[in-house]
């Protein structure tokens, strides 16, 4: 069965500083990862995702994921982070079965400080 | 191109009623899919739909259901609504499955059950 962990619940990171989120995944095939962000009262806003290819995945807003087959993660990156950032953030699976069903993690609770 | 459109976005019932919600993907998207987001269990796939058939469905008890049209618009039901039914539905579309690409999510419908 797929599954997603995302083992922090929240991180907080200053205005201006990197930061990471975590997110590992078990699936018994080739996986498609995607990053989801969702603001209050908001549904879910696609950021980037992996298919194949380039391990190193460029999203919008400045993010960017890389994909660590080896060590079966897919963490989200930024190098300078906003204000405005601060929502929560998920990270998906979905097999390459033709199907569309996502797995999710539990989310990440990003905070941005000024 | 205007987003994916779910209709309404609030709704209040009580223990035992019955609720249709409804969602228009993407213009040119047929592949239409339900999550339930609860504090507790997080996303849950509910259904996927495409060319008006259900191709995959979740663990939820058959008090969900849900069809599509051949417009590509979806609606899904819940009867004999309990207390724990209370979530964030939302639905995503993409163009059909199989594609390399993102669904992309509305901005759900928040059902309180009273």
């Not at chain 1, 990862?33 to 549904?43: A, C, D, I, S």
């Not at chain 2, 199989?98 to 759900?108: K, L, M, R, S, T």
Request: net charge positive.
């Amino acid at each position: 069965a797929q599954s997603v962990a995302q083992p922090e619940d929240q991180v907080n990171v200053a205005e201006g500083n990197p930061l990471t989120v975590k997110c590992t995944y078990s699936v018994s095939g080739n996986p498609y990862l995607f990053w989801y962000v969702q603001y209050p009262n908001r549904g879910l806003q696609f950021l980037l995702k992996y298919i194949t290819g380039d391990n190193l995945v460029k999203g919008s807003y400045g993010f960017e994921a890389e994909f660590n087959k080896s060590q079966t993660s897919f963490h989200l990156k930024k190098p300078s982070a906003l204000v405005s950032d601060s929502a929560l953030y998920f990270c998906a699976v979905r097999l390459n079965t033709g199907f569309q069903k996502l797995v999710f993690g539990t989310g990440t609770r990003l905070l941005v400080s000024p | 191109k205007a987003g994916v459109t779910q209709t309404p976005r609030y709704l209040i019932k009580t223990r035992g009623q019955q609720v249709t919600l409804s969602c228009s993907p993407i213009s040119g998207h047929r592949s239409v899919s339900w999550y339930q987001q609860t504090p507790g269990q997080g996303l849950q796939f509910l259904f996927e739909y495409f060319s008006e058939t259900q191709r995959n469905k979740g663990n939820f008890p058959g008090r969900f259901s849900g069809r599509q049209f051949s417009n590509s618009r979806s609606e899904m039901n819940v009867s004999t609504l309990e207390l724990g039914d209370s979530a964030l539905y939302l639905c995503a579309s993409s163009l059909a499955p199989g594609q390399n690409q993102p669904q992309h999510f509305g901005d759900g419908t928040r059902l309180s059950i009273l």
